[in-house]
């Protein structure tokens, strides 16, 4: 009963990300929204997140339970839906944006910091649990184009919505770790702690830095494979073909997390990360090889997600988790995808394809960080 209900959480949050990531433009331009400020919008809700997940992670950090944070969240969440119905132009789309941003994405630090504890507790394969994520992202994308198809893009927003309040019973329903500290002990940690920590400065770098060379892929790989004359059918085969890879590698993932551990899980994200972006230059328009390389996404994201939890795992008590998990998403997850995004577009723009051959920097300079990883952290708890 366990794995189902952390399942559930997953299954919830990622179907509402599912829904809204790959048609949220679509439905910013349908309420008068330029493409410019579209991209003004995307970049402050990310640096918003960065903040929010950080600071809701000092706050649970204090708390006895996250459940009462995370209904609030949630509550915000579902009163930002609804301000969206009633928002047109840019101003408003930006404010409500913005409050979005501080309330729905500190939900999965939080939930992965439970899910983390407690299948460390109870012996649980995480890696089984949190492929429903990946599995229910797709429906959230498929019944999104299918609904803006057939419906309009006002359908964006409604399924978002219905995302958000299947998350409201996967919040209540969620278990908690069972291993509580006093309340003096959980005050004790601070984040400057953490980052005061070479080992945990390291995997962030390695995690951060892997997960942000994406950067160019997502933001321009379907106007590059549309530059280059792929049928708009064979691009989105392309992308359904990535993410059910990394299902088809989340659902091994517990045995090659016990095989390599870790580090050699990072050391494969890496690895894999700077062989495909090194690739793409040359051959980034040729469909057979693309789909080779879009088969490297279990392990550019699959295997580094994997290896961030491992990780976490290992070297972080329960009592800490939640501001680790944050520290995570806020810095490795936000920060630093945040500015290679806005960095990407420049390079796009004057390099064309040839930009992958930064993000393929961006994968040694992860390499390098997890290689030092291993040299500095043999398994041991960090505080």
């Not at 969440?77 to 789309?93: C, I, K, R, T």
């Not at 006093?182 to 601070?190: E, H, I, T, Y």
Request: proline letters at 3%; glycine letters at 12%.
């Amino acid at each position: 009963m366990i794995p189902a209900r952390l399942a559930y959480f997953f299954g919830a949050y990622f179907f509402a990300g599912g829904a809204a990531l790959s048609y949220w433009a679509v439905w910013l331009r349908d309420r008068g929204v330029g493409d410019a400020e579209i991209g003004t919008i995307y970049m402050a809700r990310q640096f918003v997140t960065v903040a929010a997940t950080i600071a809701v992670g000092w706050i649970a950090q204090r708390l006895a339970g996250t459940r009462g944070l995370l209904m609030a969240l949630l509550a915000g969440a579902l009163a930002m839906v609804v301000a969206y119905e009633f928002s047109y132009g840019f101003w408003p789309n930006l404010i409500v944006t913005m409050i979005w941003g501080a309330m729905w994405h500190p939900l999965l630090s939080l939930g992965d910091g439970n899910a983390v504890a407690v299948t460390r507790e109870r012996g649980i394969d995480y890696a089984r649990v949190r492929v429903w994520g990946s599995v229910t992202f797709i429906g959230g994308a498929l019944a999104a184009g299918v609904a803006v198809d057939r419906w309009g893009p006002p359908w964006v927003l409604y399924l978002l919505g219905i995302g958000v309040v299947l998350t409201i019973p996967a919040a209540l329903w969620l278990p908690t770790p069972a291993s509580r500290s006093a309340p003096a002990d959980r005050g004790k940690v601070r984040a400057g702690e953490l980052l005061r920590k070479p080992t945990f400065v390291l995997f962030l770098v390695a995690c951060g830095f892997c997960q942000a060379s994406h950067a160019v892929l997502y933001s321009f790989g379907t106007l590059s494979w549309r530059a280059a004359g792929i049928d708009d059918v064979v691009i989105s085969l392309l992308w359904g073909e990535s993410v059910l890879i990394e299902i088809g590698l989340f659902m091994i993932g517990g045995a090659l997390t016990a095989r390599f551990g870790a580090v050699g899980m990072l050391a494969l994200g890496a690895g894999g990360a700077l062989v495909r972006w090194a690739a793409m230059p040359w051959l980034g328009t040729d469909v057979a090889a693309l789909v080779v390389l879009q088969a490297l996404h279990a392990l550019t994201f699959g295997a580094t997600h994997l290896a961030a939890m491992a990780f976490l795992r290992q070297a972080i008590p329960t009592h800490a988790m939640p501001l680790a998990q944050s520290l995570y998403y806020g810095l490795a997850s936000g920060l630093v995808i945040a500015v290679v995004f806005q960095v990407s577009g420049t390079l796009y723009a004057r390099f064309g394809g040839d930009a992958f051959f930064a993000m393929a920097a961006l994968a040694g300079i992860s390499l390098l960080a997890t290689i030092a990883l291993a040299r500095r952290w043999k398994g041991e708890a960090l505080i």
